[in-house]
Each structure stands twice: as structure tokens, then as C-alpha cells.
């Protein structure tokens, strides 16, 4: 069963970066796609980016277009990446990685098979 493990959560304030980690292990076969999510309290999750496992395309929720960048350390995926920069107070929440093997809707958190604990991320104002 593959195992996803997130890391690089904290605290930091509004402008700040962080990176986020997640360390992949246990598969057999690559996926389609991996993406990060993040849900705050009393919200639902909510897709941040995606990176296609074949071609290496990204995409990105409007919210964090231009601040965030997905990736991954190479072909043979062991790491998946999440640096974000110009954080935001609106930007808290639990963030988790999440592993598909079909494509799919890639916003979708039930087009997943796999996620891990998540990560929390913290931006005071």
C-alpha cells in the first residue's frame, strides 16, 4: 500500500515561505497524478496544485497562482514538493498529499486512492 508521509508545516507570519515535503513510498506502479490539498476548520478540502506523473504539467487553484509551485525530485517520485511564498492568513490550514491512479478531476479529493496525515501550516497576520 503506498505510504505518504507530509512534512514542513509551521508557523510563520503573512509574507513568509514555507516548504512542504511529502515522502512517498511502498507503490509498485507510478500514478497519474499527486497533488496537495489543505482544508481549514470548518471548511472543506480544497485542491491546491497537481503535477501529472508522465508530463510534468502543473496546475494550481486560483488562490495560489503565481505564489505556490508544485514538484516533485524526479521520475522515479520519492518526493513531492509544495514551496510556498507570499503566504496569507486565508493560507492556514492542514495540507496533505494525495496520490491518484486515473485521471481524473484533479480539484476532486474523492478522485484520490491514497493521502497522508497532513502537515499544518499556520500564517498570522
Known amino acids: 500500500q503506498v505510504q505518504l508521509v507530509e512534512s514542513g508545516g509551521g508557523s510563520v507570519q503573512a509574507g513568509g515561505s514555507l516548504r512542504l515535503s511529502c515522502e512517498i513510498s511502498k507503490y509498485t506502479y507510478t500514478s497519474d497524478h499527486l497533488a496537495w490539498f489543505r482544508q481549514a476548520p470548518g471548511k472543506e478540502r480544497e485542491g491546491v496544485a497537481v503535477i501529472w506523473h508522465g508530463t510534468g504539467n502543473t496546475q494550481y487553484a486560483d488562490s495560489v497562482k503565481g505564489r505556490f509551485t508544485i514538484s516533485r525530485d524526479n521520475r522515479i517520485t520519492k518526493h513531492l514538493y509544495l514551496q510556498m511564498n507570499s503566504l496569507k492568513p486565508d493560507d492556514t490550514g492542514m495540507y496533505y498529499c494525495?496520490?491518484?491512479?486515473?485521471?481524473?478531476?484533479?480539484?476532486?479529493?474523492?478522485?484520490?486512492?491514497?493521502w497522508g496525515q497532513g502537515t499544518q501550516v499556520t500564517v498570522s497576520s
Open positions: 494525495a496520490w491518484a491512479w486515473n485521471d481524473g478531476n484533479w480539484s476532486a479529493p474523492n478522485e484520490y486512492n491514497y
